[in-house]
C-alpha cells in the first residue's frame, strides 16, 4: 500500500489542524493505522492508532484529550484531528500502516508502510 499525507501547516498555539492520509489499493480496511511525529533533533514517536474497523484506538498521554484519530475505510483515508495545539507539537508527522494487527499498535516496528511525513509547525 502507498500512503499519502496531507494537510500540515503552520498554525498558532491553540488553534487546530486536520491531517489526512490516503492510501491506494483496495485492501486499506485490513490495515492497522497510526500516526506517528518527529520534531527536529528527537527520535520518531507513537501519536495515536486506530484498529481496522475503527472501533478500538490508542492515544499517547501527550495528545489524549487533544487529538482525534479516525477513518472512513470507503474512502481509504485515515485523520488525525489535531485541537488546542502547542508548540512542543511541532514535528513532521507520519501515517503508517500495519498489515492484519487486530488492535492499535503504538510500535514503530508493527507497521509496514509509511508515508512521506506532513510538517506542522506550531508558533508560540
Known amino acids: 500500500v502507498q500512503l499519502q499525507a496531507s494537510g500540515g501547516g503552520l498554525v498558532q498555539a491553540g488553534g487546530s489542524l486536520r491531517l489526512s492520509c490516503a492510501a491506494s489499493?483496495?485492501?486499506?480496511?485490513?490495515?492497522?493505522m497510526g500516526w506517528f511525529r518527529q520534531a527536529p533533533g528527537k527520535e520518531r514517536e507513537f501519536v495515536a492508532a486506530?484498529?481496522?474497523?475503527?472501533?478500538?484506538?490508542y492515544y499517547a498521554d501527550s495528545v489524549k484529550g487533544r487529538f482525534t484519530i479516525s477513518r472512513d475505510n470507503a474512502k481509504d483515508t485515515v485523520y488525525l484531528q489535531m485541537n488546542s495545539l502547542k508548540p512542543e507539537d511541532t514535528a513532521v508527522y507520519y501515517c503508517?500502516?500495519?498489515?492484519?494487527?487486530?488492535?492499535?499498535?503504538?510500535?514503530?516496528?508493527?507497521?509496514?508502510?509509511w508515508g512521506q511525513g506532513t510538517l506542522v509547525t506550531v508558533s508560540s
Open positions: 503508517a500502516a500495519a498489515w492484519g494487527v487486530h488492535g492499535p499498535k503504538s510500535l514503530a516496528s508493527d507497521y509496514n508502510y
Open positions: 489499493g483496495r485492501t486499506f480496511r485490513y490495515y492497522g
Open positions: 486506530i484498529n481496522r474497523s475503527g472501533d478500538r484506538i
